[in-house]
């Protein structure tokens, strides 16, 4: 069976964390979505997703397709379900498309939302769904013990120096861990250390939490669960229930709670991020679908910035800011609570990004990682640029 992830409406209440990617290629626990879909189902994935980006997430037809919705994780009741269904019938819980069957003629006029063109079989169980931003840290404690299950199965943890403090049972460390005088809580949740990771001295870790392979944990990290730091990152300071999706830096001292950093991203030393207003009101955060602020009904709830974007020293963002894409951040004061993308800049004083200038950038630190940036990644991100920096 050829297995196809497919983006629905999920995907523009989910930016700017999915302007340059499908919604499945979010880290999400330990994997991201794509990843966890791909270990159930032991098969690789295609994607059904915005024609700007299907250049570098191609599509694979075949005379038998199952789609799978990619804000959807799998389990292996879900998964039993989607193997047995038929042709022409789709998998329904409520409004949304969680999977269906279909030929090639039916995956080319395939829309995502009209569950009316296929017989429907509705999913009465729970679902792990990805609807709006927050719900990638407040359910991330849930995804990180799904995803702990599946990868430390019927293995056994590597062997770590007797200089670490260890409460708890549910650690699991790959090999290449370099990791010494640390003190780490898993009674409250599961901790997973990826391979090749640096725990520097000092850091204190309490679970759930994970941290993926090749990334650094700076002197004396302070982290508080659930909390993901994806791969190739350095991270130093304290962080609460927040995910870092990979080949990101925050480095120094600052806090950062309740908040989800894409890509490529840097935060400057002592860079301050507010998860909680004065008044302990609800946080309102913009929303692209409406183009307008709107309320997230949490009380907590931190900064969420999109893929190659970076801020000076001593930045200061306000409870609920929404950064988008390739923005450059800097000065006095709190910046506004939406940085649009390609913005240069703070306060009363942004500018547009040089759309050549930021490439440029962006070539400079990926090759610090040893990965180029390919053409069809700069075509998304000139897209981006066109469609939003109007809103300048």
Same mark, same amino acid.
């Given at each position: 069976m050829n297995y196809i992830l497919f983006d629905d409406k999920t995907r523009e209440n989910l930016l700017p964390? +999915?302007?340059?990617?499908?919604?499945?290629?979010?880290?999400?626990?330990?994997? @991201?979505?794509?990843?966890?879909?791909?270990?159930?189902?032991?098969?690789?994935?295609?994607?059904?997703t915005e024609d700007y980006l299907s250049e570098k997430y191609s599509l694979q037809i075949e005379n038998e397709n199952i789609l799978i919705n990619g804000s959807v994780c799998p389990s292996p009741q879900l998964v039993s379900v989607i193997s047995n269904l038929q042709p022409n019938q789709a998998l329904v819980a409520? +409004? @949304?498309?969680?999977?269906?069957?279909?030929?090639?003629e039916g995956v080319r006029a395939f829309n995502g939302q009209h569950t009316s063109d296929y017989q429907r079989d509705e999913y009465q169980s729970e679902l792990l769904k990805i609807s709006q931003p927050w719900d990638l840290f407040q359910k991330n404690g849930e995804a990180i013990q799904q995803d702990f299950d599946i990868l430390t199965k019927d293995r056994n943890s590597a062997s770590i120096s007797s200089t670490n403090m260890i409460l708890g049972n549910d650690l699991f460390v790959e090999e290449g861990v370099s990791m010494e005088h640390v003190i780490i809580?898993?009674?409250?949740?599961?901790?997973?250390?990826?391979?090749n990771v640096e725990?520097?001295?000092?850091?204190?870790?309490?679970?759930?939490?994970?941290?993926?392979?090749?990334?650094?944990?700076?002197?004396? +990290?302070?982290?508080?669960?659930p909390t993901t730091i994806g791969p190739h990152s350095k991270v130093g300071g304290e962080i609460s229930n927040s995910i870092i999706m990979g080949y990101s830096n925050k480095a120094h001292d600052g806090f950062m709670g309740n908040s989800l950093v894409g890509e490529w991203c840097n935060l400057g030393a002592d860079t301050n991020t507010s998860n909680l207003k004065n008044n *302990?009101?609800?946080?309102?955060?913009?929303? *692209?679908? @409406?183009?307008?602020?709107?309320?997230?009904?949490?009380? *907590?709830?931190?900064?969420?910035? $999109?893929?190659? @974007?970076?801020?000076?020293?001593?930045?200061?963002?306000?409870? $609920?800011?929404v950064v988008g894409v390739n923005a450059n951040i800097f000065g006095s004061g709190f910046p506004s609570k939406h940085i649009p993308s390609f913005s240069w800049g703070i306060s009363n004083d942004v500018k547009t990004f040089d759309f050549d200038k930021a490439i440029k950038l962006a070539k400079v630190v990926m090759k610090r990682r040893d990965i180029n940036l390919e053409a069809s990644e700069e075509k998304i991100l000139r897209e981006i640029y066109n469609r939003t920096v109007k809103n300048h």
């Open positions: 964390l +999915t302007f340059t990617k499908p919604t499945a290629e979010l880290r999400f626990g330990i994997l @991201s979505i794509r990843e966890k879909w791909e270990k159930h189902l032991n098969a690789k994935l295609s994607y059904l409520e +409004t @949304s498309i969680i999977a269906c069957h279909l030929d090639k809580n898993s009674a409250k949740g599961p901790v997973y250390i990826g391979a725990i520097m001295e000092g850091s204190m870790i309490r679970g759930p939490f994970a941290i993926c392979n090749d990334s650094t944990l700076k002197l004396g +990290t302070k982290i508080y669960g *302990y009101g609800e946080v309102k955060i913009w929303s *692209y679908s @409406s183009n307008s602020f709107e309320s997230t009904g949490l009380q *907590y709830c931190g900064l969420i910035m $999109g893929d190659h @974007s970076k801020c000076g020293i001593n930045t200061m963002f306000n409870t $609920g800011t």
